[in-house]
T-cell receptor
Framework: LAKTTQPISMDSYEGQEVNITCSHN???????ITWYQQFPSQGPRFIIQ???TKVTNEVASLFIPADRKSSTLSLPRVSLSDTAVYYC????????????FGTGTQLKVEL | KAGVTQTPRYLIKTRGQQVTLSCSPI?????VSWYQQTPGQGLQFLFE???????NKGNFPGRFSGRQFSNSRSEMNVSTLELGDSALYLC?????????????FGEGSRLTVL
């Protein structure tokens, strides 16, 4: 199983770009990388998913280097409402049972 | 459209009792998966059901079980509760199953074992 680690916490200010890295040294060939956001008393919410290189959607970008042993979630121009816990998830493609959540990163955005 | 609904939202049990939690997925979603979230262990996968069949299972003891009905609603059961079972139990639904693609999570059922 892929073992995933993340920084425990990060602080930022409104309008800045935030990059959160997840380390997954044992990622397998079939594993996808997904990022979720979680607010207190709510379930996680999907942000972005990728397999290699770079993926971008309307809220974030995901950078995955060639060796795929890490991934970086990039949030452009954060706001106070982005204060939340962010989790990476490494999961085996094809419906296998390999599923590992990262330890979670508490992002705090201030004015 | 309605999101994933979990009931009950909060419950308190004592050691040795059993508990059943319910999850109604988004309409049209055939996969339901369950997770345990605790401050110490973080988010951990319990099991996944697709079209009434358990497809994947995490590393939890047999006291944790689940099932899925023909309408895709799912229940999980924990028997012989232990103090360490106190946690937020989350379910998620998806259209295709597996863990690629977007999982839609409910707000969770918070279980306290005394």
């Amino acid at each position: 199983l892929a073992k995933t680690t993340q920084p425990i916490s990060m602080d930022s200010y409104e309008g800045q770009e935030v990059n959160i890295t997840c380390s997954h040294n044992n990622i397998a060939t079939n594993d996808y990388i997904t990022w979720y956001q979680q607010f207190p008393s709510q379930g996680p919410r999907f942000i972005i998913q990728g397999y290699k290189t770079k993926v971008t959607n309307e809220v974030a970008s995901l950078f995955i280097p060639a060796d795929r042993k890490s991934s970086t979630l990039s949030l452009p121009r954060v706001s106070l409402s982005d204060t939340a816990v962010y989790y990476c998830l490494v999961a085996e493609g094809g419906g296998g049972n390999k599923l590992t959540f990262g330890t979670g990163t508490q992002l705090k955005v201030e004015l | 459209k309605a999101g994933v609904t979990q009931t009950p939202r909060y419950l308190i049990k004592t050691r040795g009792q059993q508990v059943t939690l319910s999850c109604s997925p988004i309409s049209g979603h055939r996969s339901v998966s369950w997770y345990q979230q605790t401050p110490g262990q973080g988010l951990q996968f319990l099991f996944e059901y697709f079209s009434e069949t358990q497809r994947n299972k995490g590393n939890f003891p047999g006291r944790f079980s689940g099932r899925q009905f023909s309408n895709s609603r799912s229940e999980m059961n924990v028997s012989t509760l232990e103090l360490g079972d106190s946690a937020l139990y989350l379910c998620a639904s998806s259209r295709t199953g597996g863990f690629t693609g977007e999982l839609f999570f409910g707000e969770g059922s918070r279980l306290t074992v005394l």
